[in-house]
């Protein structure tokens, strides 16, 4: 599974606060309306230029903050397909995948990119492109690939059990 995206660049600790304001936590519970407040308190034109397919490049700790779940959902329903980290907050990390929202470790990538360059990311082989070079990542595993193809754990396990809806 190979992609080729437009990127937004941030830097290091962007909290889940800033991915999806808490004010928003008890009061939307649709995915579609939770993307029409991604990123609006750190890039309040995020949601204005954001486009399917679309990719996030950070530095350490993406993520970090409360445990909502809301921020991977805001950035999967907002059209953006991978989010490419020096690192991730491990309970960030988890309700990425669950929501079918690809990431991938990389050395180093929020220095090495620029503003609005397009990236590559090939996942079963671990390899990011972009205009600096390549740059390896250990490759994503099958069940994670599994899991992001079906849409997320949910659907994912639904198809693994004969469920699928």
Excluded: W
């Amino acid at each position: 599974m190979t992609i080729k995206a437009d990127i937004f660049l941030y830097g290091d600790d962007v909290n889940t606060d800033v991915i999806f304001p808490g004010k928003y936590t008890y009061t939307i519970t649709d995915p579609n309306e939770m993307a029409k407040h991604a990123m609006e308190d750190l890039d309040p034109d995020f949601v204005k230029t954001v486009k399917a397919g679309d990719a996030i490049v950070a530095g350490k700790n993406f993520g970090c903050g409360s445990s909502r779940e809301q921020a991977a959902t805001c950035l999967k329903y907002s059209g953006v397909s991978v989010i490419a980290a020096e690192s991730f907050s491990r309970l960030f990390y988890r309700n990425a995948i669950n929501s079918g929202l690809p990431l991938v470790v990389v050395k180093d990538i929020g220095k090495k990119v620029k503003k609005s360059e397009q990236i590559e990311v090939d996942f079963e082989k671990g390899v990011l492109k972009c205009q600096a070079g390549e740059f390896n990542f250990p490759p994503l595993p099958n069940e994670v690939l599994g899991i992001v193809k079906a849409g997320g754990l949910i659907p994912y396990i639904r198809k693994k059990v004969g469920m699928e809806s």
